[in-house]
């Protein structure tokens, strides 16, 4: 998600508005296809509970920083 008003990356957790800095990088097999790569932004105070909601699930691909999502990403 991008800020409106910034145009910087804002975290996807709930009521947060903050600048993310991390890609928690998810996928959820019986929904999506092998190469559908999911991600939600995170800032440094949600990057573990985004991360630990969906590594439970078994839906968890890798956490890494912003500057490394590519267009397959999304």
Same mark, same amino acid.
């Given at each position: 998600?991008? $800020?409106?008003?910034? $145009?910087?990356? *804002?975290?996807? %957790?709930? %009521?947060? =508005? =903050? @600048?993310?800095? #991390? %890609? *928690? *990088?998810? =996928?959820?097999?019986? !929904? #999506? %296809?092998?190469?559908?790569?999911? *991600?939600? !932004?995170?800032?440094?105070? #949600? =990057?573990? #509970?985004?991360?630990d909601f969906v590594q439970v699930r078994g839906f !968890?691909?890798? @956490?890494? $920083? @912003?500057e490394e999502l590519t267009e397959a990403d999304g």
């Open positions: 998600m991008t $800020g409106a008003a910034t $145009g910087q990356l *804002v975290c996807s %957790a709930k %009521a947060c =508005r =903050r @600048v993310a800095a #991390h %890609a *928690v *990088v998810w =996928r959820n097999p019986r !929904l #999506h %296809a092998p190469d559908r790569r999911k *991600v939600w !932004l995170a800032c440094e105070d #949600h =990057r573990e #509970h985004l991360r !968890l691909l890798e @956490v890494v $920083g @912003v």
